[in-house]
């Protein structure tokens, strides 16, 4: 059974140890990616990849990169969610079902792929910006998804990029943008730390 979304947002908390006796067959692995492909995209990009690290040899290569986090080896899988560097070559092919679906006239696909040269071709900090939110919007959806199959997450950062990269062939275009640990939870774990008050964070203009 799945959780109500808002009480997945109430109790979701970054989780610090992993049952490591526990598994995540690859078909729930498949799931969850899958719905985290419906996180949003600039252009329908889905400028995206999910490296899913499950196996006890490719966890060695990861936490060998990823500061020696204990996450990595204890959690049923670790994700390497990196975020390509928009291109304007992609968006025919990325438009493609929408056009044949019929809803999306075949001609303003021209018109996307000269918004997206426009909007990125020569600004590598747009191109950087928008690999980092696309990776994070999809980061996100896929922890939420996990909250709802009953898995405890912890998104974490403190990594080698390069040596990410290296060690999990990422293209030239890819960028490492963050590593999410999913698994069951094991006892010990504190429960979600107090939220800053609303009124601290929110202006109303």
């Known amino acids: 059974m799945t959780m109500h979304f808002l009480d997945l947002i109430e109790s979701r908390v970054s989780t610090n140890a992993f049952d490591p006796s526990k598994v995540v067959p690859v078909e729930q692995i498949q799931e969850l990616v ?3 492909t419906h996180a949003p995209t600039a252009y329908n990009l889905q400028n995206w990849r999910f490296i899913a690290v499950h196996t006890s040899q490719a ?3 990861l936490r ?4 020696d986090q204990p996450k990595i080896t204890d959690a049923a899988v670790t994700f390497i969610i990196a975020g390509a560097l928009p ?6 092919e990325r438009l493609r079902p929408a056009v044949e679906a019929g809803f999306m006239p075949e001609r303003m696909v ?3 792929e000269e918004a997206v040269r426009q909007a990125y071709g ?4 747009r191109q950087r910006d928008e690999a980092f939110r696309t990776a994070t919007f999809a980061g996100a959806t896929l922890m939420f998804a996990a909250q709802a199959f009953g898995l405890a997450s912890c998104p974490m950062g403190g990594f080698d990029a390069d040596g990410v990269a290296r ?3 990422l293209g030239s ?3 490492p943008v963050m590593l999410l640990a999913v698994g069951q939870a094991a006892e010990g774990n504190w429960p979600a730390k107090p939220r800053r008050p609303v009124g601290d964070v929110l202006s109303l203009v």
């Open 34 to 36: 899958r719905l985290a």
């Open 59 to 61: 966890k060695a290569r």
């Open 64 to 67: 060998a990169v990823a500061s």
């Open 87 to 92: 291109d304007h070559a992609d968006v025919a």
């Open 110 to 112: 021209a018109g996307w």
């Open 122 to 125: 020569q600004h590598p900090g």
């Open 167 to 169: 060690e999990f062939y």
């Open 173 to 175: 275009r890819e960028i």
